[in-house]
Nanobody, 126 residues
Framework: VQLQACGGGLVQPRGSLRLSCVAS????????MAWFRQVPGKEREFVAA????????IYADSVKGRFTISKDNVKNMGNLQMDSLKPEDTAVYHC???????WGAGTMRESNFRYWGQGTQVTVSS
């Protein structure tokens, strides 16, 4: 599975952005999907995940109530709707698929995800 992330850009604080992750090569309908983010000098940080059928989600505390993750198995893609953005949300955002560790907050580690897309830069600044 190849993943392509897009939708990043520059946005003012309290603004919104919608990231997309498009899968190709094969269907990823049976895989969970997640978004991670990374700033220079820091480890990649978990942001949000959605289970394979879109029925369950997990969010990092820092984005809960502001971000919404979704998955469209017909279109073979996923989205991350980011609202009420803050400067501390500035990072390179990566999408990932197939959590080999299963499902649950404790499994949302970078090392558990098999497929990764390239990052898309999100900058929140006035």
């Amino acid at each position: 599975v190849q993943l392509q992330a897009c939708g990043g850009g520059l946005v003012q604080p309290r603004g919104s952005l919608r990231l997309s992750c498009v899968a190709s090569g094969r269907s990823f309908s049976s895989y969970s999907m997640a978004w991670f983010r990374q700033v220079p000098g820091k480890e990649r940080e978990f942001v949000a995940a959605v289970i394979w059928n879109g029925g369950r989600t997990i969010y990092a505390d820092s984005v809960k109530g502001r971000f919404t993750i979704s998955k469209d198995n017909v279109k073979n893609m996923g989205n991350l709707q980011m609202d009420s953005l803050k400067p501390e949300d500035t990072a390179v955002y990566h999408c990932a698929a197939q959590n080999v560790g299963g499902w649950g907050a404790g499994t949302m580690r970078e090392s558990n995800f098999r497929y990764w897309g390239q990052g898309t830069q999100v900058t929140v600044s006035s």
